[in-house]
Nanobody, 124 residues
Framework: QVDLVESGGGSVQPGGSLRISCAPAGRTFESFAWFRQGPQMEREFVAAIDKLAVTIYYADSVKGRFTASTDRAKNTAYLQMNSLKPEDTAVYYC???????????????????WGQGTQVTVSS
């Protein structure tokens, strides 16, 4: 059973842009987040957003370059990634919860549902 479907990602040159979408499959989510895991690295927080886009959080490493948004009608979340750098290369995972995660957005354990992951490669 697939609860969360990710799409987007791909390969770009440094300075390029990509967008990842995160869509529920038969559920309604209150909170969305993205984590990423680079080669031989721990999975790290990237961004989090509630479905109304009232609260949005970003990791310091992506502030000013990445933008999270939601489409309320579709209950879908998006991560627009601009000015990509080689160090952004990773598998990006979307996570979601039926309840509002709030200030616990950094805690991976708060997200019950996870996407399959999508590869983002930034290389010249």
């Amino acid at each position: 059973q697939v609860d969360l479907v990710e799409s987007g990602g791909g390969s770009v040159q440094p300075g390029g842009s990509l967008r990842i979408s995160c869509a529920p499959a038969g559920r309604t989510f209150e909170s969305f987040a993205w984590f990423r895991q680079g080669p031989q690295m721990e999975r790290e927080f990237v961004a989090a957003i509630d479905k109304l886009a009232v609260t949005i959080y970003y990791a310091d490493s992506v502030k000013g370059r990445f933008t999270a948004s939601t489409d309320r009608a579709k209950n879908t979340a998006y991560l627009q990634m601009n000015s990509l750098k080689p160090e952004d290369t990773a598998v990006y995972y979307c996570a979601a919860n039926e309840y509002y995660v709030g200030s616990y957005y950094l805690d991976r354990g708060r997200y019950k549902y996870w996407g399959q992951g999508t590869q983002v490669t930034v290389s010249s």
